[in-house]
């Protein structure tokens, strides 16, 4: 083959949404280059792995000298309690790194055939001034309370007008995003997040571990599955654009009170010891996300739909898989650990 390889490029695909979608993207027979600090997987199925810092300009000379990103999915970020806790990196990562990566992109792509960019938006766009106005807001839509409170929120929201932006400066790219809600899986635990007092508990409870529980019990936030997730990230990444009617969508989520995540949690782990540790920061950044999102337009132009309701998602989904996965392994760092 002259020049380089056209290939599905993924980022942070040794975190939780990455590893999960590179199984997918590989199963489904993308030729898939991944980029994450870690080291790869042995037997991810992807063609080449990059360890290194995505703001490493000799990182993307060796993967430029060899491949061409017809379609990446930018998944590697600083979360939202560890960007306002380091804001610095959190500048070179999310919107440095990021700025960086779309312009890769539109290289790669033409008029005529323009390069894919896929970026993971939160619900961390929207804020709130106080709990009243969060809970009178209802499931909210794209284009409302687009005010954000965190750092970690304003560059979400910075990205997706600059991919918005450089679309419309010249021709090549193809810039979606979707905003996540809080996203909770059986197999990981996310790190750096303010949405991981759910997944944390969770993990805590099948290992048999205490839980520090950082938020106030009528703290909401809505939780998606996370194949449920990766679906509507390849849903929106497959689809025709004539019917993209949007830049960002929101995906929807089960909503749930604190309180109610724990009420859930000890039905199937009775013995789940939970310390309450508030942790203030923390929880006025919950306080500011959306205890809800209207996800109609995802639903109406890409065929969005979760594959689980507030019930399953818990029996057929995260309960079973989680005693599965540690019944299989036991050597995974403390979830209890706040990060
Ligand atoms: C976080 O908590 O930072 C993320 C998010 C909601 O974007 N899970």
Known sequence: MTGPEPVTLVTGSAGEIGANLVRELVRRGDRVV??????????????????????????????????????????????????????????????EGTARLLRLARDAGSAANPARFLFPSSIAVYGFPSRSRKAAAGNVREDEHLDPATLYGQQKLYIERLGAALERERPGLDFRAVRFPGLISCDTVPQGGTSDWAPELLHAAARGEPCAFFVRGDARLPFCAMPDAVRGLLQLAGSDRANLRRTAYNLGGSSFSADEVIARVRRDFPDVRVHRALD??????????PGAVDDGAARRDFGWAPAHDRETLFSRYLIPGIRARYRRTRDEPSVAEVR
């Open 34 to 95: 991944t980029v994450d600090l870690r080291p790869g997987r042995e037997g991810s199925g992807a063609l080449a792995h990059f360890a290194g810092d995505i703001t490493d300009p000799a990182l993307w000379n060796a993967f430029g000298a060899r491949y061409l990103p017809r379609t990446t999915f930018h998944l590697a970020a600083v979360l939202s309690t560890h960007a306002e806790r380091s804001p610095t990196l959190a500048h070179r990562v999310n919107i």
């Open 280 to 289: 203030e920061e923390r929880d006025r950044i919950v306080a500011s996300w």
